[in-house]
């Protein structure tokens, strides 16, 4: 076990540099759920690693033997783990598990202050148009969820950029994007290593809404379009909720809506089943969307 139990520590290393490149080249969705896959497998992981450090190395203390009924010579034979790093372990899981708490806890602090928000705002619509001459737009999640934005964003936009823009911020709410990002903060949270999948998650969740949004208006230059204008209207705001039109990094949003989509690789062609009385093909698949794709 003496190398093993070091394995998820380096995973977590080779994750914290490697992952949030490569999931800039997966499609959105894809990243978004590889990312999440990968913090929470990676978190349980650093935790499961320290607890056993700890315990390894504390097990081999003579009156704790003894509680449990154990040979500390054949403990430390099989595990040779050192006082000193299992002390090393027992501060480490000690700080991951408080600072988990403290992430939940301000979390769920900010679940309930999104959802009171929600509620309290005018008219019983999805869509809440704030009487403000500041640029803005987000996704309020709640039960249900509230697409917010003021008059001053709306100022800004044409007709098909209005569009764009409350598509993408209905994909928010729709795919459940506030999950992704409070599961991030939370692996972050037992681990700094894991903040630049934090990072990259809420960037590959914009992503996400963008080509939902273009798959809606059918036009990605409408989306790039309203994108770029969202993001300068609302440039001197100090403070943006974190699942808004204009969050993460828009030159590279803007690139990627300008490029040609991507594409899956076609298919073999499998043999079409037949009628057995008349031999006309039998309900063929639908074709696949733009939305069933991204």
Known sequence: MTFTVYVPLLVT???????????????PRAAARSLACAATVTALGW?????????????????VAEQGHWSVAALRAADP????????????????TGSLAAAAVRGTRHLRWTRREAAALPGDTELAVLDDPVPQAFALPGAPGRIVVSRGMLRCLGDDERAALLAHERAHLRDRHHLYLALW?????????LRPLADAGGFVLERWADETAAAYVGSRTVVARAVGRAALAAAAAKDRPALAATGGAVPQRVRALLAPPRRRAPCPSWPVPRCSRCAAPASPRPPLTASAWW
């Open 185 to 193: 903060r939370l692996t972050a949270a037992v681990t700094p290593l």
């Open 47 to 63: 935790l499961g690693s320290l607890a056993l450090l700890s315990f390894t190395g504390l097990a081999q203390i003579p009156e």
């Open 81 to 96: 783990v050192s006082l000193a790093v299992a002390i090393l372990g027992a501060l480490g899981l000690t700080a991951a």
């Open 13 to 27: 290393v080779v994750l914290a540099v490697l992952a949030p490149s490569a999931a800039r080249r997966l499609p």
